[in-house]
């Protein structure tokens, strides 16, 4: 049996594809994303850029505030790749372009 032979069942089955697509489209961040994130907001040139140099060298600075390791050169450029696949950040000749925007909210 399948949903053309049963018309009510083409809704459910519209539904079981959304649902599988919807959770293979959800992305997972983990703290290094945020502080990366955070650090960059928090020093860009005004123009929501800045360097990959000083980007990691906040980011750092920001893991060494909360007590988390550094992140070397090879794991800054995977999470700034990630978040650029993502669509938070684009990459240009050494320079981020920060597109996501930060809201920080105290509870």
């Known amino acids: 049996m399948s949903a053309f032979t049963q ?15 919807y959770s293979q489209a959800t992305i997972k961040l983990d703290y290094r994303h945020a502080i990366a994130m955070k650090a ?16 990691m060298q906040v980011t750092n600075a920001n893991l060494r ?6 992140l070397n050169s090879s794991n800054f450029a995977n999470i700034i790749d990630q978040l650029e696949n993502f ?6 000749s050494g320079e981020i372009r920060l597109r996501e925007w930060i809201r920080r909210k105290l509870r």
């Open 7 to 21: 018309p009510w069942l083409i809704p459910l089955a519209a539904l079981v594809i959304w649902a599988d697509l």
């Open 40 to 55: 960059m907001w928090g020093n860009h040139d005004g123009q929501q850029k800045i360097s990959e140099e000083k980007a």
């Open 65 to 70: 505030d909360f007590d988390f390791n550094e």
């Open 87 to 92: 669509g938070c950040v684009e990459i240009n």
